[in-house]
């Protein structure tokens, strides 16, 4: 009689769709971290952030965003090992002097030590943090082949036809409208330029170009990210708002004259999305979607787009000042953050609510602005982010923002599919 039953629940569909969670639930959203590095000279914001490949070790980039001229600060590149029992919330684990304001960090893929980042006078900068006594590797410099303006962003990119240390190219954006694809690794010890593309004002739709902005005149890149499925595809947002997919295969040279460089500049855009009023903050595409992407900007608001139709499927207006950063989450597809200019961090969840959000969390010291925030891939509990007065705060995420819902990509799909209506 009992192997009559157990055969009869093999074959039983009672539980069907219903997924074991074996860890014990967390309910609340905690901070457990605030981090600031006591010699950080005084008025610095929290420019970038960064976690390293194995999720232990957080970057911090310091800089500001008030320059009136060039460049006079000096700056630092903190990390701390969060990991660590006994970590001095007061003094980063490692410390290294700038020589101008650092606008951004990122941690290779793979390589836990090795780092590159962007300053203001517009050099790209490569760091092993594994040699404490000399942690420079390379630097671009302040050449034809760099960037003029500072570096918004840098980001590392898996390259298809790349093997071994050249695996991965570093990209690097710029108010100047560059984009520049790098060779480099920590075994060469150099930065070398292998790629261009530079964003005009004649990428731009006519009804979108104020006054009587030369066609030739460039638009600073303030924002990238590369599709998940396809590393020649990438959308970038621009100083003016606008904003484009582009192509790492694009061959349309630019006759761009006035500009110096060593490799051909060519446009790539091929489509140009309905734009933000005003400068476009934050680029990122969805890790579960292909199509979709999440932006936001300085007119406070965010939204998600579909590659596959100008105007945004979603558009969110949180009324909590300028919309500084937004990024998905690593590990639930409709999940994303915001931070706002009041000191927020907003946390959404579509499968819960489209327009609000889920979790409401005062981020930002005396609530200041908070300019970057950062998921952790490798440990998808942890989030972190970084405000005006230099602080760094790293969330614990409860299971419902971290543990996926069966189906829960079908939200994704029916959003991307309005699109298609």
């Known amino acids: 009689m009992l192997h009559a039953q157990l055969e009869k629940n093999l074959h039983s569909h009672a539980f069907d769709g219903y997924d074991v969670n074996w860890h014990e639930e967390t309910k609340t959203v905690t901070c457990v971290h605030t981090l600031s590095h ?4 005084p008025g610095l914001n929290v420019t970038g952030l960064s976690w390293n490949s194995t999720g232990s070790t957080v970057a911090v980039s310091y800089g500001r965003f ?3 001229d060039w460049c006079t600060h000096k700056s630092l590149l903190c990390t ?3 990991d660590r029992k006994n970590i001095n919330p007061k003094k980063a684990d490692v410390a290294v002097d700038i020589s101008s304001c650092l606008m951004c960090v990122a941690f290779h893929p793979e390589i836990p030590a090795f780092i590159a980042g962007g300053t203001f006078n517009g050099e790209v900068q490569l760091w092993d943090l594994s040699q404490p006594d000399n942690p420079l590797l390379a630097s671009s410099g302040i050449e034809d082949d760099s960037h003029r303006d500072p570096v918004s962003r840098v980001v590392w990119v898996l390259d298809p036809e790349g093997k071994g240390k050249n695996k991965y190219k570093l990209v690097s954006i710029s108010g100047d409208g560059k984009i520049l694809v790098w060779q480099a690794s920590p075994q060469s010890k150099e930065i070398k330029l292998l790629d261009g593309f530079l964003l005009l004002a004649e990428s731009m739709p006519r009804s979108m170009r104020k006054g009587r902005l030369r066609p030739d005149a460039e638009m600073g890149v303030t924002a990238i990210s590369y599709t998940h499925e396809d590393k020649t595809l990438f959308v970038v947002g621009s100083e ?3 904003v484009f997919k582009c192509s790492m295969n694009s061959s349309d040279r630019l006759a761009a004259a006035h500009i110096q460089s060593s490799v051909p500049l060519k446009n790539p855009v091929s489509f140009a999305f309905t734009p933000h009023v005003g400068p476009v903050y934050a680029v990122e595409c969805s890790p579960y979607h292909r199509n979709l992407f999440l932006t936001c900007g300085i007119d ?3 939204r998600v787009y579909s590659m596959l139709q100008a105007k945004p499927v979603l558009e ?3 009324a909590a000042g300028y919309i500084f950063s937004a990024r998905w989450s690593p590990v ?3 999940v994303f953050a915001v931070v706002t200019g009041e000191g927020q961090l907003l946390i959404y969840d579509l499968v819960v609510h489209k327009v609000n959000p889920v979790c409401t969390l005062e981020a930002g010291s ?3 602005p908070v300019y970057t925030l950062e998921f952790n891939l490798h440990n998808r509990q942890l989030l972190a982010t970084g405000d005006e007065l230099g602080h760094v705060r790293v969330w614990q995420l409860n299971d419902e923002l971290t543990l996926q819902d069966p189906g829960e990509e079908t939200v994704l799909a029916d959003l991307a599919d309005t699109a298609l209506e």
Do not use: C, I, M, Y
């Open 316 to 318: 969110l207006e949180p």
């Open 80 to 82: 701390w090992n969060v």
């Open 38 to 41: 006591a010699d950080l000279e």
């Open 332 to 334: 639930r597809p409709s």
């Open 240 to 242: 003016g708002g606008g």
């Open 366 to 368: 005396d609530k200041k």
């Open 300 to 302: 406070q608001t965010a």
């Open 66 to 68: 008030d320059h009136e």
